[in-house]
């Protein structure tokens, strides 16, 4: 039969037990007041994605017009503006995923730009560029 041997650890009076449990009893009740303080404040707001006005023009700009020219004319890139995009594109999901993923010696762009800012160029070039 194994012996136990006596420790010279207490272990912890009832005076740190009584604090621990306070601590963590004050903890959970601070925890909730603050959620449902949070909860309630919140019940009458209603929150709405924040909107980013997109500036096709400015992003054509700075990435596009240099291969394709300021104004769609072409350069080493093909010409786009004046409706050419569009006839070369009948469907504007062909020319974003062009914008998006590139072409020959085109780079793609989605690294780059959001999804909502590739449509936002794709439509830019389709609509104003050139005209």
């Given at each position: 039969?194994?012996?136990?041997?006596?420790?010279?650890?207490?272990?912890?009076?009832?005076?740190?037990?009584?604090?621990?449990?306070?601590?963590?009893?004050?903890?959970?009740?601070?925890?909730?007041?603050?959620?449902?303080?949070?909860?309630?404040?919140?019940?009458?707001?209603?929150?709405?994605?924040?909107?980013?006005?997109?500036d096709?023009p400015?992003?054509?700009?700075?990435?596009?017009?240099?291969?394709?020219?300021?104004?769609?004319q072409?350069?080493?890139?093909?010409?786009?503006?004046?409706?050419?995009?569009?006839?070369?594109?009948?469907?504007?999901?062909?020319?974003?995923?062009?914008?998006?993923?590139?072409?020959?010696?085109?780079?793609?762009?989605?690294?780059?730009?959001?999804?909502?800012?590739?449509?936002?160029?794709?439509?830019?070039?389709r609509?104003?560029?050139?005209?």
């Open positions: 039969m194994a012996e136990t041997m006596p420790t010279d650890d207490p272990g912890p009076t009832s005076v740190q037990a009584f604090f621990v449990g306070f601590g963590l009893s004050s903890l959970v009740v601070v925890l909730l007041a603050v959620v449902s303080v949070g909860l309630l404040d919140g019940r009458d707001r209603v929150f709405e994605p924040h909107e980013v006005e997109i096709a400015q992003i054509y700009a700075t990435r596009c017009a240099g291969c394709h020219g300021d104004e769609g072409g350069v080493v890139g093909p010409a786009l503006g004046g409706g050419e995009v569009a006839q070369r594109f009948p469907d504007i999901a062909d020319q974003i995923a062009v914008i998006a993923s590139g072409r020959g010696l085109m780079p793609g762009f989605d690294h780059i730009l959001s999804d909502e800012e590739v449509r936002a160029v794709a439509e830019y070039e609509g104003e560029l050139g005209r």
